[in-house]
């Protein structure tokens, strides 16, 4: 019951994120993407949105994927940059990392994400994504 309250919380308290991404998924269906809820990832999400260099980006409780399905296996921002090797993780657990990350942190995610690096492997957001995408555990930055 606390964990279901937690969630509808953090869903609500990520709300103007997550109505960012539905805008632009919403954009995105025109030109051929699709949407699906996804339980796993609580997040509803747009694959194959036409934009974008490939991969995807969370807004909120709501993913921009390039792809078929978040089940694709991706590289760590570390493995990518040559700092370690890793195995490949799940992109949609990687993402999910994020969605928990935006329920804590609401509107000041982005802020935040943007000041700690952005999309790079010096931000504690992407490396914490990573590293709960590897192990399944902490997925906020610096918990482990």
């Not at 339980?39 to 490939?54: C, D, I, K, S, Y």
């Not at 980006?57 to 991706?74: Q, V």
């Not at 990518?80 to 090797?85: K, N, T, V, W």
């Not at 999309?119 to 992407?126: D, I, K, L």
């Amino acid at each position: 019951m606390g964990l279901a309250i937690a969630r509808v919380l953090g869903a609500l308290w990520a709300s103007p994120n997550t109505l960012v991404g539905v805008a632009a998924g919403l954009l995105g269906m025109a030109f051929g993407a699709r949407a699906r809820w996804s339980r796993r990832e609580l997040a509803l999400v747009f694959h194959h949105w036409p934009w974008g260099p490939g991969g995807a980006i969370t807004f909120g409780n709501s993913i921009l994927h390039t792809g078929d399905s978040l089940e694709t296996a991706c590289a760590t921002y570390e493995h990518r940059a040559g700092r370690c090797r890793h195995p490949p993780i799940r992109l949609g657990d990687h993402e999910r990392a994020h969605v928990y990350q935006y329920m804590v942190l609401g509107p000041l995610f982005l802020p935040a994400y943007l000041l700690c690096g952005g999309v790079s492997v010096r931000n504690p957001f992407e490396r914490a994504a990573d590293r709960y995408a590897l192990t399944g555990k902490g997925w906020w930055p610096g918990g482990g």
